[in-house]
C-alpha cells in the first residue's frame, strides 16, 4: 500500500502562494489530486494529474490561479496555488487512484489518501 505524505502548508496573507508537496512511499503509477476540506463543509476537489503528466484537471475554485504537476522520478505530486483567498483555507489532502491514469474531479474515485497539510490564508 502506497503511503502518501503532505507538506508545505501553512499561515499565508491573502494574495500570497504556496507549493504544497506530495511524497510517495513508492512510485506513483496512476492519476493523483488534491482535495481540500474545510471546517463544516463537504470534501473539495482541487485540481488531478493524469499519469502522463499532461493531462490536468482544476476545480472552478482554483482554476486559473492554481499549477498541479508530478514528478515521476522523485515520486511527488505537487500543487502550487497563487492569489490565495481566506476562503481557500482548509485542510489540503492529496490522493492517488489504484489503477485508473486518467484525471478525475469525483473523491470517491481515489484508492489512497494522505493525511493533509493545514493552509490558512489571513485577510
Known amino acids: 500500500q502506497v503511503k502518501l505524505v503532505e507538506s508545505g502548508g501553512g499561515s499565508v496573507q491573502a494574495g500570497g502562494s504556496l507549493r504544497l508537496s506530495c511524497a510517495a512511499s513508492?512510485?506513483?503509477?496512476?492519476?493523483a489530486a488534491w482535495f481540500r476540506q474545510a471546517p463544516g463543509k463537504d470534501r473539495e476537489f482541487v485540481a488531478s494529474?493524469?499519469?502522463?503528466?499532461?493531462?490536468?484537471l482544476y476545480g472552478d475554485s482554483v482554476k486559473g490561479r492554481s499549477t498541479i504537476w508530478r514528478d515521476d522520478a522523485k515520486n511527488t505530486v505537487d500543487l502550487r496555488m497563487s492569489g490565495l483567498k481566506p476562503e481557500d483555507t482548509a485542510l489540503y489532502s492529496c490522493?492517488?487512484?489504484?489503477?485508473?491514469?486518467?484525471?478525475?474531479?469525483?473523491?470517491?474515485?481515489?484508492?489512497?489518501w494522505g493525511q493533509g497539510t493545514q493552509v490558512t490564508v489571513s485577510a
Open positions: 490522493a492517488i487512484r489504484s489503477r485508473e491514469v486518467i484525471v478525475s474531479s469525483e473523491w470517491a474515485d481515489y484508492a489512497y
Open positions: 494529474v493524469a499519469l502522463n503528466g499532461r493531462d490536468t
Open positions: 513508492g512510485r506513483i503509477s496512476t492519476a
